[in-house]
């Protein structure tokens, strides 16, 4: 490859493509400020929040992806190779990052998320699924499983404890590279996550598995491929966290929830309402009407159900049509590396399951990044999660999953419900 493919221009392409990523800071742009839901209590909840967003002129990044593009073709070739076709997604998703924060506020705005996230409608490579039907089998699921008494230890840690917990997990796990973990007034999530640092939201209570969520999720995967990434010196896109990489970042945490059995029901409910919220979002409804509607989910808790509406609405369109589709990845991000993971397993390619830990990438980027891991450009991660580093559990687990998508669900589901039809309510323990 070294002959055909100069590794010294694809790494002064992804230089160039760093630097057009620099601007498109995307949550940031996108951020309301603590007034906003102040004036919105203050106004009885009753009418659409009034936001102010900086002005993005995009045609900086543009142009630098323009000459990104150019330079591949001129120094690459023009053939299809999974080398060319990475970098040119690349230039994609930095692309349509600028041309979203370009049109913030205006109905323009839903096609550049669109293209970046995706919508919950949308179809995954089998043609068929959707994170939408997902989302609503997960809904109809939770809803039969309400009344179910479980074992619930409460909420019975603050930011401060989150904090103290989090700061031992991330000194074990990266020791002199460990991120600061802080405790800051005002944030748009619970936590945060960087290579230098972990923000944890002040006013926020954790429950127990909040705690190890929080930990799987935001340490030992957000931090760990930020810190691989920076380990790439061949390949510096890969410590960049541009939104070409969110659906698998995202998607490979909620997969470790799973995986170290961290998710919880309220945390599922959490990310199920929000696909259909959005959806909802893109049918018309206004900030209200899905303010309205996370009121009921969340049981009247109003300042959490303004933050669940403020995720769904920044940067979009207030009156309905055009909200922000960020927050499908969850799910999306899960099916898509779920089924990525019981492939390479079933297809004995166990062998590529280390790369998805390299860096910030997109689980397309596999065959390039596969190429430049044999030619010694891509280096190994040097920081795994646990359920990864150790993979006899997780190969095992993915054996076992990929066996069940051969079995006739609809089959099992009547036979088991004339089973269970005579059975009474039987709460033990």
Not at 6 to 20: G, N, S, Y
Not at 169 to 178: I, L, S, T
Not at 229 to 257: D, K, N
Not at 319 to 327: H, N
């Amino acid at each position: 490859m070294s002959q055909t493919l100069p590794i010294q221009a694809v790494t002064r392409i992804l230089e160039q493509l760093c630097a057009a990523e620099r601007p498109v800071r995307i949550l940031r742009s996108l951020a309301w400020p603590a007034s906003v839901r102040q004036d919105f209590f203050a106004a009885g909840e009753q009418r659409l929040p009034v936001v102010d967003y900086p002005d993005f002129d995009p045609a900086e990044t543009l142009q630098a992806v323009s000459d990104a593009r150019r330079g591949i073709r001129r120094k690459l070739g023009s053939a299809a190779t999974p080398i060319n076709q990475w970098l040119l997604r690349l230039c994609s998703a930095i692309e349509q990052g600028a041309l979203m924060l370009s049109q913030i506020g205006q109905p323009g705005f839903l096609e550049h998320s669109s293209e970046l996230y995706g919508q919950p409608s949308g179809r995954l490579p089998d043609g068929k699924t959707t994170v939408l039907a997902l989302a609503r089998s997960f809904d109809h699921t939770l809803s039969k499983l309400a009344n179910l008494e479980l074992e619930n230890l409460g909420t019975s840690y603050d930011a401060q404890a989150l904090a103290a917990e989090m700061r031992i997990a991330v000194d074990k796990m990266f020791g002199a590279q460990a991120p600061q973990v802080q405790v800051v007034e005002e944030l748009s999530a619970n936590a945060l996550a960087g290579a230098r640092s972990i923000r944890i939201r002040s006013a926020a209570l954790f429950s127990d598995k909040d705690v190890a969520q929080l930990i799987h999720h935001e340490a030992y995967i957000h931090v760990a491929t930020s810190l691989n990434g920076r380990a790439q010196q061949a390949l510096p896109i890969l410590a960049r966290s541009h939104p070409g990489t969110t659906r698998t970042q995202e998607g490979l945490a909620v997969f470790a929830e799973f995986i170290t059995g961290s998710m919880e029901l309220d945390r599922l409910r959490r990310l199920t309402d929000r696909v259909i919220a959005i959806q909802m979002a893109i049918d018309g409804a206004d900030f209200l009407q899905v303010y309205q509607y996370f009121l009921e989910r969340t049981g009247g808790e109003k300042k959490q159900s303004f933050e669940n509406t403020r995720r769904v609405f920044r940067g979009g369109v207030l009156s309905g049509g055009a909200p922000f589709t960020k927050d499908i990845v969850y799910l999306e991000g899960l099916l898509r590396v779920h089924n990525f993971l019981r492939s390479c397993v079933s297809l004995g390619r166990a062998d590529l399951l280390h790369l998805l830990f390299c860096g910030k990438l997109d689980i397309e980027d596999i065959a390039a990044l596969a190429e430049l891991a044999v030619a010694g450009y891509c280096q190994a991660p040097k920081f795994l999660p646990p359920w990864a580093a150790d993979r006899r559990f997780l190969l095992s687990y993915l054996a076992y999953s990929s066996f069940l998508n051969t079995v006739d669900l609809s089959r099992l589901r009547l036979h088991y419900a004339e089973l269970t039809e005579s059975a009474p309510v039987c709460l033990m323990g």
